[in-house]
Every structure is written in C-alpha cells, then in structure tokens.
C-alpha cells in the first residue's frame, strides 16, 4: 500500500547504531514543510540480545525444520525502537479475553486467550509503521528488516493447531477434575450417622483395652528399655487414635444432630410399625367380614338346600302316598268286585238248584257241604284284605291329612306374614301423616333421638315411660280429665267428597303398596 505522504530519507544521525539492513524505499521529501526529527538517541543492542543462547531461545530456523520460538522479553533486539511519536504497538496493550471457538457459557472466557506470539504481532506492527510512517517522522522499512521478520513469525496453522491442542488439553484436565470431585466426596466419611458412631465407640473401647494392656506391659517391663520405648511408642499411637475418636464422640452439635437423627429415625420406625399394624388389623378385619359373610352365604344356601330338598322329599312322599293309595283302592275294588262275583255265583247255584230239582235231580249234601265251605273260606280272606286295606287307606288318608295340614299352616303363617307387612306400611304410613319422613338423624341430632325411641328397643325403659304415663290414668267418666287415648288420635273424616276421593284413593294405594 502506498503512502499518501512521503518523507525525506532520515539523516545518518537518525539510524540506530545497531540498525544494520538498508532501506528497501527510498525516502522522498513530501511537498509539505517537514517536521524537525523526533527521534530518540541510538540505541546499541547487547551481545546477549543477538546469542539468546544464554536464555535458551533461537531466533533463526530450528535444526528440525521447526517453527522458531519467540524471545521471553517484550521486544525484538534485531529490530531498532519504534519512533517516540507512534503509538503503542497492540502486544503492550493488556491482552481481552477470546473465546477462540466461538462458544459463549460453555467454559470461562478466560480460559481461552489467544496465543500469539509476540515477535509476530511486533514484526506486523513495525512492517504497517515503515510502510504507513509515523505522523510527522521518518520511518525506515529496508529489505533486510522484511526478510528478517518473516523468518520470525510462524504460520497461522502452527498457532491453531498449538491453540486446539492447548484448549483439549485443558478440556481433558477439567473432566478429569469434575470426574474425581464425586469420588472424594464419596470417599470422606460420614460422621453424623450411626454406624460410623457405633465404629468409632466400639473402635474406642478395643483401643482402650488395648492401651491398658500396653500400660501393663509399660509396668512390667520398666528395666527393659527396647520393650518399654517399643511399648511405649505403640500406647502414644494408640493415645492419639483414642483422641481422634474420642473428639467425634465428644462433638456436641454431632452428638446433638445425631441423636435428632435417631430420634426421626426412632418415629419414623414407630410409624411405620402402627401403619403396619394398622394395615394388619385392616386385614385381618377384611379376614373376618368376608368369613362372616362366606359363613352368612353358606348358611343361607344350606337353608335353601335343605328347603328344596325338603320340599322335594314331601313331593316324593306324596307321590308315593298318592301311588300307594290308589293301590289299595284298587284293590279293595278287586275285592268288592269277587264279592259281587261270589254272591253271584251261589245266586246262580241256587237257581241251577232249583231248575235240578224241579226237574227231579237232588243234589248230594256232600256238594252243598263243599261249595258252602269254599265260599266261606273266600268270604273270610275278601274279610281280611278288606281289612287290612282299610287299615292302609286310613294310614295314607291320616298322612295324606298331616301333609295337608302342614300345607295349609304354611299357607297361613304366608297370609299372616302378608298381613303383618301390610299393618307396619299402615303403621309407617299414620307415623308419617303425624311426624312426617323418618328421615335419617344427623349426628348431632341421634342422642336424642335415641332417647326418645328408647322405648322401642330396652324393655325396663319401656316400663319406666308406661309408669310415668300411668300416673296421670283416670276413669273414662272422670268429669276434670279424659283417659289418655289407646292409639293415635288421627284426624277426623274429611267432611269435603272430593278430599275424602282422594283420601280413598291414598288408602287404596298403600294398601296396594
């Protein structure tokens, strides 16, 4: 880039001493007036700044083809002072903080400062100053200072790659970091807590046991001096490992936590234990009603079991008193039936008889004799199996008549049953013209409706209230009183038709009902 002004060449005296390249321009005088030179006195370099072998740095190429370091100072001593009028080079300027990659709240922006190198930045700025000047002064900007500044400097990508291998690095350093910090924490033992109180009381107590058996051993081995300082050693550890603990189990506000901590620990058992009984007893309660009612559920399906089958067994009897009834009736049918047939029979020998002898034939008495007896031997067995079939008819009738009778007292007791629920709807329904629903009692309300239905349930308070009522009983034609009345007095008839129809048609429906 070209100036836009030119300066006139700088005098012999304006040179450094230890400048030692020549200019690569030529300097000009500018058509303006020229500034008087501002320049400071020359400045010679020390031997040490062109070795550097006693700080241990190279300037030129490296043996291995390597980048070269930059000086540990703040300046290059090849290169002259800048003028006194230029302003101050970028590197004196306090380094901001760069985030080199470009990531805002990921890590700390002052971890990631570019690393430039100083010579670098330095040489650039030197080259700009030669080839822009200073305002008002000559800069010089020869060959030799070009070429010596870009042996100096390194390569962009030798800096990135230094700058990504120094930020992995320290990335590496901080997981390491993050990673061990649980671990110690995990490692750090717990004071505050039982088992490490139990450890250290009973740790305690096997070191003082074993303190007093090294104090006898102290005692007992007194002239003995490599056994008593061995001993005696061993009993100031054990002292010291004593003092540790005995400062944990001596800790007030450890103690004290402690003992909070035992103490939650203590109801939260206690707790646990009344939910556990309480959970218990729930099943156990849940045990018992569902046994209850599997017990309820199986007497009730035996009762039916045994109604059906009762009734089935009655059935079955009647049947077989029904079949065996009509038997006998059958059979004192057949009878009758031989007794028709036998009387029939000697009609007809009569009659044959009577035919034989009018026609002059006599029959022998032998035959009458036997037809005679064989009738009567019938006449005697058609008596007995009569007899012995009304005794079974009069049986079946007599258990034909008890099943009847049962039947019909079932039959009533049905009836009775009926007629019972029909009066407690009537009952119910007169007690809900009178004192309106009953509606269940609220529990504020229940002391006193039990106390005044007492009655209905305990009998000596039954008697009790029908005393206290008795006192006040006088005789029906009593002219200062009325005998209390025996029912309810309920209200008059409706003197109104429609009001009576409908009374009626109340009635009918609960009687329905």
């Known amino acids: 880039m070209d100036n836009a002004y030119q300066y006139p060449a700088p005098s012999e005296q304006q040179r450094p001493p230890g400048f030692s390249g020549g200019y690569a321009e030529q300097w000009s005088s500018s058509p303006g007036p020229t500034q008087p030179g501002q320049a400071g006195p020359g400045w010679d370099s020390s031997p040490a700044y062109y070795s550097h072998q006693s700080y241990g740095f190279n300037l030129g190429p490296t043996p291995y083809g390597g980048p070269p370091f930059g000086p540990p100072f703040g300046f290059d001593p090849s290169l002259p002072p800048p003028p006194f009028g230029c302003p101050p080079p970028g590197h004196m300027l306090p380094p901001a903080p760069v985030n080199t990659y470009n990531i805002t709240g990921a890590f700390p922006q002052r971890e990631f400062q570019s690393f430039s190198v100083p010579s670098q930045n330095r040489h650039r700025e030197y080259n700009d100053l030669c080839q822009r000047g200073a305002p008002g002064l000559s800069s010089p900007a020869g060959q030799n200072f070009i070429q010596r500044s870009s042996t100096t400097t390194q390569s962009e990508d030798t800096v990135q790659r230094r700058q990504d291998a120094e930020w992995i690095r320290r990335f590496l350093q901080r997981r390491d970091r993050v990673s061990k910090t649980p671990k110690t924490q995990q490692q750090q033992p717990d004071h505050n807590c039982v088992p490490a109180l139990r450890d250290a009381l009973y740790g305690a107590a096997r070191l003082i046991s074993v303190l007093e058996k090294s104090c006898e051993t102290l005692k007992q081995n007194v002239e003995n001096d490599t056994l008593w300082t061995d001993s005696y050693l061993t009993a100031l550890d054990m002292k010291s490992e004593i003092q540790d603990k005995l400062k944990l189990l001596s800790d007030a506000e450890s103690l004290n936590q402690l003992k909070a901590k035992v103490t939650r620990l203590s109801q939260r058992k206690a707790r646990r234990q009344r939910a556990k009984k309480r959970l218990q007893m729930e099943a156990k309660r ?5 046994c209850e009612k599997e017990a309820a559920i199986d007497k009730w399906r035996m009762k039916k079991i045994h109604e059906v089958e009762e009734k089935k067994r009655e059935q079955e009897l009647k049947l077989a008193a029904d079949s065996v009834l009509c038997e006998v009736r059958r059979k004192q049918a057949d009878i009758k039936r031989m007794q028709d047939i036998m009387r029939s029979l000697e009609k007809l020998r009569k009659l044959r008889k009577e ?22 031997q019938l006449r005697n067995v058609m008596k007995k199996r009569t007899a012995v079939y009304s005794a079974e008819e009069k049986a079946l009738m007599v258990m034909l008549e008890g099943e009847q009778e049962e039947e019909r007292r079932r039959e009533h007791e049905r009836q009775a049953k009926k007629e019972r629920e029909k009066q407690l709807q009537r009952k119910y329904k007169v007690d809900s013209m009178l004192f309106g629903e009953d509606l269940p009692a609220d529990p504020i309300q229940l002391p006193f409706r039990e106390y005044y239905t007492v009655a209905q349930h305990s009998l000596p308070a039954l008697i009790q209230i029908r005393r206290e009522w008795d006192v006040f009983v006088v005789a029906a034609d009593h002219p200062d009183a009325t005998p209390i009345p025996q029912s309810w007095v309920l209200p008059d008839v409706p003197s109104d038709q429609d009001w009576a129809s409908a009374l009626q048609m109340t009635d009918t429906d609960g009687d329905t009902l």
């Open 286 to 290: 849940r045990q018992e009603e569902l």
């Open 355 to 376: 035919a034989a002898s009018r026609k002059g034939i006599v029959s022998e008495q032998k035959c009458d004799e036997s037809f005679a007896s064989q009738l009567e």
